[in-house]
């Protein structure tokens, strides 16, 4: 019984049928290649779209929301050290925390994020959170004590539940957007091994048809040959460009982004536990240890200072970054008196350097460092977006280009062998 | 045949729709906040002493004093006064959550109370000023540890004398006499301990209180928290049903709620005593002499007036007792 292979071969030493077979594989394969091709580029278009206006702009919420809620909280603690009723700025700081809490929550629930159920719970929590923070307030302005444990329930909502289930997102989301950016910038292997073997096909297709027909070129193939090399010129430009954009992208916007955010959250943090230590009053150890915990993480050769530094793009993002570690070096300054004074026994001298006006205060300090970290992310994000941009010009519309100039050439090819055919009637 | 088929296929669908449509998302149930620390049920319960393990004692009886009260900033060479005078500083440990005793006047972040005051009267006599206080805030809980660890000097945070307690730190003589009462929000059906059955009592953690709930032959459900506005706080939540504590502590907790009411008799005594190092029995003896000295010249008086008397009632000194 022959085999497959046996039969193919006695039918490809019929000119006639070796060429139908020929035409048949070429065109075959210079579809699939425009398939494969196609869809490759697609994905990492959308890849990069996604990243650039989905996963990216959601973290950066989750961020936000991050920050709004830890401040108001960081902000409501200060508000209850000042006594009687807080001062103008700090109920104005606490409304525009809040404020811009449910604008980045509204807008991260829109879109969806990765932790869809975690942003949830936050939507459920806030009301709840300000909620006890009017009855702490309330409270306070008659003069009851309860109105300091109203308060105490609140932070504990938000520390312990709140700000938790943001940090998830944050961190769902921030996987979800480094997964984006390695899909857009994937290496297209199922490409590079289609196009060999189409490559190779078109090569020994058009050597034997040339051997056979004693005809050179064979106008049709050599059109499906070029067709196909153009589409592959447009390929290699435009993935390789976006593949460089897009790294530029995260090394020098995506990345910053990161270490400068990671900053921001310790830093609140530590204001935190700064003021909760005053509210304790002398039994705020722990938070004063979370404190210098925090600051060990920020300062120093193997701190994130030192990281965001030695990863800044350029010499006007280095800049931006040594001033805010020079703000943050006055906070420490100013947290050392506030310790001092405290220490000591002098009290409301210790609160007044932690949350005064002045401008060697903590508070004023804190203040700097957080305006200082909001405009160097600002700058990296922007770098993020411009680059992020220019990946996805790079291979926009160049999926259905890909695919149309290899359909061209299956149709020139088909011609081609064609010609050929007619030859033998 | 076909026809009846396809009725009945479309009333089948239109009952489906009827069914599933309204209400498909279920409604998150709240989950209500709670005060930090909260413990509840089985674990609030303190645990037991075995009996025999505490000897029987006069929890009232202290160390005499020695003589009549040093000048201020004279303190004797080589007392613990002296080397308190020499810190510049007396370190206490006080309650900011206990209005009228020790709590932390929203206004002016000033603390407060009747227990504060008679601290200050200790800084008065030592340094000749009543300011010259280092405030440690404290839970119930760490009361004690605050001084076995020599963290403070003094502790005055309506705290209870027992024999137990005398185990492991000195007191001073009775300076407040208390017993403990239960309350509730008005109109709550709950009329005094032996109605706590079931019913779900809160109390700070590391007290008296607590151990007097857990042995109530009602059986109320325990409910352990920090300070005792938290316990407030679950009240006003209706998270709890009543509070149960020294009916001084309740009085500063009903002040801050006119829907709230203290009711039933005391069921328990509690007198109130200043903390000290089992180290530092001079100072004992020194804030006994200093106490003896504010009742009879009528600073006591004049304190427990500005604080407790309005809601207390009137209280005469609580008589000095001695150890032989």
């Known amino acids: 019984m022959p085999t497959v292979l046996e039969r193919a071969r006695t039918a490809a030493a019929h000119s006639p049928s070796r060429l139908r077979s020929l035409g048949a594989l070429t065109v075959a394969g210079l579809l699939l290649l425009g398939l494969v091709g196609g869809v ?30 830890a401040d108001a909280d960081a902000t409501a603690a200060s508000g209850f050290l000042s006594g009687g009723v807080e001062p103008a700025e700090l109920r104005k700081r606490y409304d525009a925390d809040i404020a811009r809490a449910m604008a980045s929550l509204s807008h991260a629930t829109e879109v969806g994020g990765a932790d869809a159920a975690g942003f949830a719970e936050v939507a459920r929590n806030i009301p709840v959170y300000t909620g006890l923070v009017e009855t702490a307030r309330t409270n306070n302005r008659q003069g009851q004590p309860v109105g300091a444990a109203y308060l105490r329930e609140a932070s504990g909502l938000m520390q312990n539940s709140m700000l938790p289930a943001v940090n998830r997102g944050y961190r769902a989301q921030n996987a979800r957007a480094a997964a984006d950016a390695d899909a857009a910038s994937a290496f297209p292997w199922w490409l590079v091994l289609v196009t060999l073997l189409v490559g190779a096909g078109l090569f020994v297709g058009q ?134 004074l405290d220490d000591s026994g002098d009290y409301p001298g210790a609160v007044r350097v932690a949350i005064g006006s002045d401008p060697t205060s903590a508070a004023a300090a804190f203040t700097q460092l957080d305006t200082g970290l909001d405009t160097a992310i600002k700058e990296s994000q922007t770098t993020f977006a411009r680059y992020a941009a220019k990946a996805r010009g790079a291979v926009g519309g160049a999926g259905i280009g890909f695919g149309l100039l290899c359909a061209l050439g299956a149709a020139a090819a088909a011609w081609g062998v064609g010609q050929r055919l007619k030859e033998y009637r | ?120 009267a200790v800084a008065q006599a030592i340094f000749g000023d009543p300011n010259a206080i280092t405030y440690k805030v404290i839970t119930q809980a760490q009361r004690i540890p605050v ?110 709620d006119p829907n709230t009411e203290i009711v039933g008799k005391a069921f328990t005594e509690e007198p109130h005593g200043m903390a000290i190092s089992k180290s530092n029995p001079d100072l004992v003896r020194f804030v006994n002499a200093l106490l003896e000295k504010t009742k009879a010249n009528g600073e006591w008086a004049a304190s427990y007036r500005r604080w407790l008397e309005t809601r207390m009632g009137p209280q005469p000194p609580p008589p000095a007792k001695y150890l032989p």
């Open chain 2, 147 to 256: 001084i076995t660890s020599g963290e403070v000097d003094i502790v005055a945070n309506t705290m209870t004398i027992t024999c137990g307690r005398l185990q492991q730190v000195h007191f001073t003589t009775v300076y407040y006499e208390d017993g403990q009462q239960v309350m509730v929000q008005k109109g709550s059906g709950i009329k005094g301990p032996e109605d706590l059955g079931g019913k779900r009592v809160c109390a700070s953690k590391g007290t008296t209180s607590i151990a007097e709930l857990a042995v109530l032959p009602a059986k109320p459900v325990l409910v352990a928290v920090d300070n005792w506005t938290d316990c407030l706080v679950m009240l006003q939540q209706g998270q709890i049903d009543a509070i149960s504590t020294d009916a001084g502590i309740l009085a500063g907790l009903v002040a801050q």
């Open chain 1, 207 to 340: 050597r034997d048809l040339a051997r056979r027909t004693r005809r050179i070129l064979n106008h049709g193939l050599v059109a499906a040959t070029l067709a196909a090399a153009l589409a592959l010129g447009w390929a290699v430009v435009g993935l390789g460009a976006e593949s460089v954009h897009l790294s530029t992208a995260r090394s020098d916007g995506l990345d910053q982004v990161n270490v400068l955010s990671e900053i921001r959250l310790l830093a609140l943090q530590a204001r935190a536990d700064e003021s909760l230590t005053l509210v304790a009053r002398g039994t705020g150890k722990s938070f004063e240890e979370r404190f210098q915990q925090t600051t060990a993480k920020l300062s120093g050769s193997g701190g994130l200072f030192a990281k965001a530094k030695r990863t800044a793009p350029d010499d006007a993002a280095r800049g931006l970054v040594t001033r805010a570690e020079e703000s943050h070096q006055a906070w420490l300054r100013a947290h050392v008196k506030v310790r001092e």
């Open chain 2, 1 to 120: 045949m076909k026809k009846s088929f396809v009725l009945v296929a479309l009333v089948l669908g239109l009952a489906g729709c009827s069914v599933s449509a309204p209400g498909a998302t279920p409604l998150p149930s709240p989950v209500p906040p709670r005060p930090v620390g909260v413990v509840e049920g089985p674990a609030a319960v303190p645990s037991p002493v075995a009996p025999g393990a505490v000897p029987e004692c006069d929890p009232r009886a202290s160390l005499r004093p020695d003589g009549p009260l040093p000048a201020p900033g004279q303190m004797p060479a080589g007392s613990s006064m002296r080397r308190i005078q020499d810190r510049g500083r007396l370190i206490v440990g006080v309650d900011q959550n206990a209005f009228l005793f020790g709590y932390r006047n929203p206004a002016t972040g000033q603390l407060e109370g009747f227990d504060v005051e008679m601290l200050r």
């Open chain 1, 40 to 69: 490759t580029i697609d994905n990492r278009a959308t890849a990069a779209r996604d990243l650039a206006t989905r996963s990216e702009p959601l973290s950066l919420d989750a961020q936000e929301l991050y920050r709004s809620l």
